[in-house]
C-alpha cells in the first residue's frame, strides 16, 4: 500500500481543494477547531515529529488575533468593559477574534501538508497541458522558498569562512555583509529562473502536440481514496447550501440548528482526517 504523497495528482488535488476551501469558507468555530486540530495530526502523520515545531508558530498566531481584533473591531451587543479609548470590549469581538486566528493556523497547516505532498512534477502533470505557463510558474514558486533557504546557507558559509559573515565586524559591517549576501542570492534566482526557462523552451514545453512522460498510475487505492473525498466533500457542501452549518458572530452570536450539524460535523472531521487514516491504515 503506498504512501498518501504517492497517492495518484488527482486524488491530492481534489482533496486539498475540499480541505483548504471549507478552512476559508466555512467560519464555523467548532468545523474551524476540527480543521486545525487534523491539521497538525496530518503534518505529523506525513512529516513526524518535526511538524509539531510549527505549533510554536500557530498558537501565538491565534493568541495575537484574539488580542488584535477586539482593539480594532467594537461591535457586538455583549459589552464586557470599555477600553481606554472609550471604546467597547464585547465578547462578540474576542470570539470573532479567535474564530480567525484559529481559521489561519488551519489554513497555514493545510498548506504545510499540501506543500509536502504536491510536489512540482505533479503540478506540471496536472496543469502541463492545459496551461503550461502557470503549471511552470506554479512548480517553480513551490520549489523557491526550499531552494533558496539551502543556497542562503551555502551562501552564508561561503561568506563565513572569508571573514564576511553577519556575525563578524560591527553594525556597519554586519548589515554590509548582510545586503552582499541578500545580493546574491537574489543575483542566483533571477539567472536559476533565466536557466529554467530556457531549458524548458529548448524541450518544447508547452508546444501544441508535445507528449510527456508520466509515472502515475491510477489504481485501486486511488479509486478508494477519490471516493472518499467526493462523498464526504460532497455531503459537507450540501450541508452549507442547506444552512446545516450556520454560525453567526455579530450583532449577537447565533448557531443554527445543531442537532442536524452533527451529522456535517463527522463528515467534515472525516474528511479532514482521510490523510492520517490513510498513513495510519498504511503503517499496519
Known sequence: MKRFENLHPVVLLLYYVFTIGFSVLIMNPVCLSISFVCA??????????KAAASLKYMLPMVAAAVIINPMFNHEGATILTYLAGGNPLTLESIIYGLTAGTMLAAVLGHFSCFNKVMTSDKLVYLLGRTAPALSLVLSMALRMVPMLT???????????????????????????NGVTIISIIITWSLENAVNTADSMRSRGYGLKGRTAFSLFRFDIHDAVMLAAVLILGITVLCGCVNDMLYWRCFPTIKWGDESRAAVMYIAYALLMLLCPLYEGRRKR
Open 40 to 49: 497538525v495530526i496530518s503534518a505529523v502523520s506525513l512529516s513526524g515529529k
Open 150 to 176: 539551502e543556497q542562503t546557507k551555502r551562501v552564508s558559509a561561503a561568506q563565513r569562512c572569508m571573514g564576511r559573515d553577519t556575525k563578524n565586524g560591527g553594525v556597519t559591517e554586519r548589515i554590509r
